[in-house]
């Protein structure tokens, strides 16, 4: 054990040395070092099976993905060629090729397409047991199949046609599957790696290879990553990092502490007292951009009370979200109004599928002034009498911090004050909490999803009959034929009007989920640290790939 | 004496035994699985082959008896579910290594200023020192860990910038944790201490000491200190076995790499493999310890020696 | 029987009545003290000791009524008066939803107090007992005894918290205290042990066995009160103790349910923002001190009363 440890920092030294040596040209600048944290420790960097923020924001460093989202001069999000230099698709979207630029492994292998294919393979075979495999299953050809154990992983639409060219088929025409190619599902990985380490494949920095900007050189867990630029990456002349250390801060306070005295040099902040202390420094930069992720109650349609659509309505018009942004958010997030959150884009020609019609939850509001009525209205519908103080109703949780608890004892309030009900707080960790809703065994739940690809559709699906994604006991054919619709449609203004429709029958008309805010990300830079991505999608797909370090004038 | 530590070798054995069957089944019993988060998303067939490949689609009594098979035959407590493919006994090794070194030596800190805060309060009951060492201790028992800790970062390392936030791998890294750690320590063995000194002294063989002439201070070496140390030998055997297991808070706050996180977040993962392996960690550990105290009891007080011979 | 020994009886007719001395210099002039009596005159005499009883009963007659008095309910929120600094209106501030922090922080008293202090007492009681009776009895009976108490301190005791509230369908207080104390007697217990191994072979334990009294009451009589000191300083430690118990248990979701306070929860809650609002930890904070400051000097008054020994 020792040994390796040993051994590992001294290929680090040598790493560093040979960096110092080849990089002569750059002497005289500023040190192109990074640190910054991950709020958790990642469970795997096996791509297949990470399913964890921070593992992805590791993985985006380290791999190259068939394409990169980079902003232009206006902020604007441009998929670039990555992995692949060009692509493209046949007339109806249904098979698309990808032609693959030359790049090496980080042991000095090229990269092929049958790298890619393996990858593809790995999430769909049942013996992986990929936490994503949904993203892929029903739009690669026999994905469904494969994925439930029934074909051969040979039987997936994925193909390597040469060395450097990749042939995905799809089961239909699927307008949103280029966004699916820059998520995290299609990254490419190495057979041989991969199998001869079997179970231990990602457990550790040691035997793994990288193609992306950044190599894991030290993974010491719960403790640090360290990074280093990779010498075989394909675009290195465009990487200007030698290296990124991510620090392993469960606790925020610390995270703040060390933003403070420069121990750390980019923080995201989420209490707005940090938020005004940090802008009162002088060297720093805020950036505020919104996430298209929402924090929204749903209703399990299966429960003797909620069961009634009038009674979820009352409690989803209950909440005043002004209200809530202002005394637990401080002003730091959105009040939603929409299944789908703001910052989503329907395909080339819509940046952002909020900004058009009237959100689903608005409308209700106006139809509906009075929330009471509306319960009392559902009650006597159940026969459940007239004195709302007598609903024995319960909120879960799926986790147990503090600021989650506050959220509760906020809703325990406003549940009182506007419905006269009193309703419990039930709180558990996130695995019981995951236990507990898919056996059904709650009424209401509170969650945030983050989007996973750039598409309404991602946000969509997870409602439709055959998903267990938000297991709410909600089916409707109406909802799922307009679903299926859209995502056969590959004109975008068409597709917009199938998944507002979708959207008004979730929210307005059945009131299975209730929205409630817009996550949006509060970040601090140290303003030597140029070209910060500005976005979510350019955030988590472009990564640290272009950012450098000002040079000391 | 040979006989004793066998015999209490064997009853280690079946304690340990005991432990690791009585989790097995708590564990077991409690809602939620380690598989609900990750599989949520996936058809029922594919959930149904996940759980299979981890063997939690047997019956918990065929996994107790793999589980056990697996320990005995080849001591191996398994992977981690939770962190897919990291063996379980070497994340114990690993980070038992951090936790031990953080809480040894807050321990050894903890107990020298604690003694000695101890004795200086017994000799001088009643007067200034004697309530400057009670508001010390009582100042480690009531200030809980979280405040202290981020008290003492706040101050240290962004006021002062004397230190490190957060990190592992440095000494100096380890000057927080381990005053942070210690506090307990001294606040429970200057009272133990204390009060302990204070019981003795009044014992009629210290004053037999004191009437044939024996200096003071061979009186509290020889005769008080070996007498008032006998409950702390058993908070001792206690704390010997948490400090390798950590601490779950101050590791959060410092970003100690140790195995207290494991300790918590493993239940809270319900990662079985994982909660097994710290939880019989923990036990051999305490056992052991507690057959060490009996040992240091005989040795420190002979009255105790007839006792153990049988 | 000896014959010599049969002896004439003595006529009653050679004694006689002579009248008696005077015995008024014995006679006890000032009532008798017993020992209860005794104890709680040099009790009272220890000034320290006497305070901290006072501040204790203020303590436990502020947690009644103290949520009342300023007339603001513990739970309301006022949206226009987050975290707002100690004044007039809100004597100790408010927190993060603008609720009253003098309100709460009596009625967080209430538990924090209960679990303290029932908790302390219940694992002293237990504890004693059984680390007494593993003591006195010794050999397998001690083998058998301490086996458990290695199992049950081995035994992560978040799994049997979680099991207890699943049982029980309820996070109540009365739930809380049997989840903590449930394992929390192990460690009083483990120390009178080793504290009575030392005792049972001294000579006054000898004696009594000698004289045939029970083992109960060699337990209870003999050996408990000599281990008193041990004791008490576990007490002062475990009412603490059990109050940051609660406080971790809050702090991963298992403890005392919300609208319901305590004040472990309370300082946990003050935590992330100590550094802008330092008053929301300090009340808290000053309060638990309080009472273990309490309790602690109470301790050792009673000590000094109740053990002759230390009688100077």
């Not at chain 2, 793999?66 to 992977?79: A, P, R, S, W």
């Not at chain 2, 010997?240 to 809270?268: C, D, W």
């Not at chain 3, 050679?14 to 008798?32: E, M």
């Not at chain 3, 099991?163 to 104390?181: N, R």
Request: charged content about 15%; glycine content about 8%.
């Amino acid at each position: 054990m020792k040994a390796k440890r040993l051994l590992t920092s001294l290929l680090a030294l040598a790493m560093i040395a040979g960096l110092t040596a080849c990089g002569g040209e750059d002497s005289g600048t500023a040190e192109q070092t990074l640190v910054t944290s991950l709020a958790e420790e990642p469970a795997t960097l096996d791509p297949s099976r990470c399913n964890d923020v921070v593992g992805d924001t590791i993985l985006i460093n380290v791999m190259e993905p068939l394409i990169r989202i980079q902003e232009n001069e206006n902020g604007e999000n441009v998929p670039t060629g990555a992995g692949a230099e060009r692509w493209e698709s046949n007339e109806d979207g249904s098979v698309w090729t990808f032609y693959l630029r030359d790049n090496t492994w980080s042991d000095g292998e090229p990269v092929t397409a049958e790298d890619y294919v393996y990858g593809i393979q790995r999430i769909l075979d049942p013996e992986v047991g990929s936490p994503i495999s949904f993203l892929l299953s029903d739009c690669i050809k026999n994905g469904n199949a494969v994925n439930l154990g029934e074909m051969p992983v040979s039987e997936l639409g994925v193909k390597a046609l040469d060395e450097k060219t990749l042939e995905i088929t799809l089961e239909g025409p699927t307008p949103y599957f280029l966004s699916l190619a820059y998520s995290k599902a299609m990254y490419p990985a190495r057979q041989d790696i991969a199998e001869s380490l079997g179970d231990t494949y990602g457990a550790d920095a040691a035997g793994l290879v990288f193609n992306g900007p950044f190599v894991v050189t030290q993974w010491t867990h719960n403790s640090q990553f360290v990074l280093e630029k990779n010498d075989s990456y394909w675009d290195k002349d465009n990487v200007s990092l030698d290296s990124i250390t991510y620090m392993i801060m469960g606790d925020e306070n610390s995270r703040y502490n060390s933003f403070e005295n420069g121990s750390l040099e980019i923080v995201t902040v989420g209490q707005p007292e940090w938020i005004d202390r940090f802008n009162q420094k002088d060297n720093v930069t805020f950036t505020e951009y919104v996430t298209p992720s929402v924090r929204f109650h749903f209703y399990n349609t299966q429960d003797p009370i909620f069961q009634n659509e009038n009674i979820r309505k009352a409690f989803t018009l209950a909440l005043d979200r002004d209200d809530v942004v202002e005394t637990i958010y401080h002003g730091t997030m959105l009040p939603s109004y929409s299944w789908v959150p703001q910052g989503v884009a329907s395909g080339e020609t819509i940046s952002d599928y909020s900004s058009r019609g009237t959100a689903p939850l608005t409308t209700l509001i106006e139809e509906n002034p009075d929330a009471k009525a509306l319960l009392l209205q559902g009650m006597e519908e159940l026969g459940l009498g007239s004195d709302p103080s007598t609903l024995d109703i319960t909120f879960s949780f799926g986790g147990t911090t503090q600021w989650l608890r506050n959220y509760g004892e906020y809703l325990q309030a406003v549940y009182k004050e506007a419905l006269g009900v009193q309703i419990q707080l039930e709180f558990n960790e996130w695995g019981t909490f995951q236990s507990l809703i898919n056996s059904g065994d709650y009424q209401v739940g509170y969650q945030v999803w983050s989007i996973d690809y750039n598409d309404p559709m991602a946000m969509l699906s997870l409602f439709v009959s055959t998903s267990s994604a938000i297991p709410t006991g909600w089916s409707n054919e109406e909802y799922d034929a307009l679903v299926a619709q859209a995502g056969r449609e590959m004109d975008d203004e068409a597709r917009l009007a199938l998944y507002q429709q979708a959207e008004n029958i979730l929210v307005h008309d059945a009131g299975i989920v209730c929205p409630v805010v817009n996550e949006t990300v509060n970040r601090f830079h140290y303003n030597y640290i140029q070209n910060l991505p500005t976005n979510y999608f350019s955030s988590n797909n472009g990564g640290m790939k272009y950012v450098s370090i000002q040079q000391d004038s | 004496m040979l006989k004793f530590v066998l015999k209490r070798v064997f009853y280690m054995l079946l304690t340990l035994f005991i432990i690791i069957t009585v989790t097995f089944f708590l564990m077991h019993s409690i809602p939620g699985d380690p598989l609900a988060s990750m599989a949520r998303n996936l058809p029922d067939q594919t959930r149904e082959n996940y759980y299979a490949k981890y063997g939690l689609d047997k019956p918990v009594w065929e996994q107790y008896l793999i589980f056990m098979k697996n320990l005995v035959t080849k001591g191996d407590l398994g992977e981690s579910i939770r962190y897919p493919g990291r063996s379980v006994s070497d994340t114990l090794a690993t980070n038992s290594q951090v936790s031990g070194t953080t809480g040894g030596l807050a321990l050894l800190l903890g107990i020298a200023i604690g003694v000695t805060l101890g004795i200086i309060a017994a000799l001088n009951k009643n007067k200034w020192p004697d309530y400057l060492v009670m508001f010390i201790a009582i100042l480690g028992i009531t200030v809980p860990v979280f405040v202290l800790a981020a008290l003492l970062q706040y101050f240290f390392t962004v006021q002062f910038h004397l230190l490190p936030t957060t990190g592992w791998g440095k000494p100096s890294n380890l000057v927080l944790p381990v005053i942070v750690l210690s506090f307990n320590t001294i606040a429970t063995y200057a009272r133990y201490v204390k009060s302990n000194m204070l019981e003795v002294m009044n014992q009629d063989y210290i004053l037999t000491a004191e009437a044939k002439g024996v200096t003071p201070f061979n009186v509290v070496k020889n005769h008080v200190l070996r007498n008032a140390f006998l409950p702390c030998i058993t908070i001792l055997g206690g704390q010997i076995a948490s400090v390798f297991t950590g601490s779950f808070i101050v590791e959060r706050i410092f970003g100690i790499p140790g195995l207290g996180f494991y300790y918590i977040s493993s239940i809270n993962d319900r990662d079985y493999t994982m909660i097994l392996g710290t939880t019989v960690f923990f036990g051999a550990l305490f056992v052991i310890a507690q057959l060490l105290i009996d040992i240091v009891y005989g040795i420190l007080d002979p009255r105790m020696r007839i006792k153990a011979k049988d | 029987m000896d014959e010599t020994m049969v002896k004439e009886p003595i006529p009653k007719e050679k004694f006689q009545v002579i009248g008696t001395d005077d015995f008024s210099g014995d006679v006890i002039a000032r009532p008798q003290i017993g020992y209860w009596k005794d104890a709680w005159r040099r009790f009272r005499e220890n000034k320290i000791a006497t305070v901290s009883l006072v501040v204790l009963l203020l303590m436990i007659i502020m947690v009644i009524i103290g949520p009342y008095i300023n007339g603001i309910n513990y739970e309301d929120i006022d949206q226009g008066a987050l975290n707002q600094a100690p004044s007039a209106e809100h004597w100790f501030g408010t927190d993060a939803l603008g609720r009253d922090l003098f309100s709460r922080v009596w009625q967080a008293g209430r538990v924090s107090i209960a679990i303290g202090v029932a908790g302390a007492l219940i694992s002293t009681v237990v504890g004693c007992l059984y680390g007494g009776i593993a003591a006195y009895f010794g050999g397998a009976v001690d083998t058998i005894l301490m086996r458990i108490v290695e199992v049950l301190f081995s035994i992560p005791y978040l799994l049997i918290v979680i099991l207890i509230s699943v049982i029980t369908d309820s996070h109540s207080i009365f739930t809380l205290m049997l989840a903590l104390t449930l394992t929390g007697w192990c460690n009083t217990a483990r120390l009178v042990r080793g504290q009575m191994m030392q005792l049972k072979n001294q000579e006054f334990v000898l004696a009594a066995n000698a004289l045939g009294v029970s083992p109960w009451k060699i337990i209870v009589k003999h050996l408990l009160p000599n281990t008193l000191g041990v004791i008490l300083v576990a007490i002062t430690f475990d009412i603490p103790g059990y109050i940051f118990s609660e406080a971790f248990l809050s702090y991963l979701g298992l403890g005392i349910q919300a609208p319901n306070t305590s004040w472990g929860a309370l300082a946990s809650a003050a935590q992330q923002t100590f550094a802008f609002y330092p008053y929301q930890m300090f009340f808290p904070a000053l309060l638990i001190a309080l009472t273990m400051l309490s309790f602690t000097l109470l301790g050792d008054g009673l000590r000094d009363a109740l053990d002759p020994k230390l009688r100077k």
